[in-house]
């Protein structure tokens, strides 16, 4: 079965990363989009859903740069699953991209390094904090305008209290430390 599956998977992204049509890369690019979003430091934390709005743009050949805000939703579980107000956080993150596919082609395959604050709120209130992510994403081009991505990024945030006070731990309200989350998000793209 693995000789015939996996060379039309090879087929399939090869025929994929032509160059589209028009043959032009894009140089701007929206998007939004949903999907599973798992704290991996703390375990009174539930994985939960999230999402995010982002902004791409080519700054010359590979290189690009992209804007990304994002917010996500997790229960509290264990000894704290009776707590009523869910961990809710997010980001507003900058940095550079790099796409790993030839520019123009159907399906880009892209990097990313992020920085900027990242919030949280729950029974302790809001903090606000500097973080970073690494990401990757997979764009799939189906026409001109529009496209499919699905996005990785690993988040390390609580890095340093941007309002004075960091994170703190529900349980011993001690500062909690560094932090970090996963997503995989999903997203519907347009592009210029």
Do not use: K
């Amino acid at each position: 079965m693995s000789r015939v599956v996996f060379p039309a998977i090879g087929l399939i992204l090869a025929s994929a990363a032509r160059p589209a049509s028009a043959g032009e890369p894009e140089t701007f690019r929206l998007g939004l989009g949903f999907g599973y979003v798992s704290p991996l430091a703390d375990p009174a934390v539930a994985e939960g859903l999230g999402g995010g709005v982002e902004a791409w743009a080519r700054v010359v050949g590979r290189l690009g740069a992209r804007l990304s805000i994002d917010i996500a939703r997790n229960a509290l579980e264990g000894d704290l699953s009776g707590v009523p107000w869910p961990y809710t956080g997010g980001d507003v993150t900058f940095g550079p991209t790099l796409e790993f596919t030839s520019p123009g082609s159907s399906l880009a395959w892209l990097a990313s390094v992020e920085t900027g604050p990242y919030w949280t709120a729950y029974v302790l209130g809001l903090s606000w904090t500097w973080g970073v992510n690494f990401g990757t994403a997979l764009v799939w081009r189906f026409s001109r305008p529009l496209g499919l991505q699905i996005r990785t990024n690993y988040h390390l945030y609580n890095l340093a209290p941007l309002d004075g006070d960091a994170i703190r731990c529900p349980r011993t309200m001690l500062p909690a430390g560094t932090l970090d989350r996963l997503d995989v998000i999903l997203s519907l793209v347009v592009a210029a």
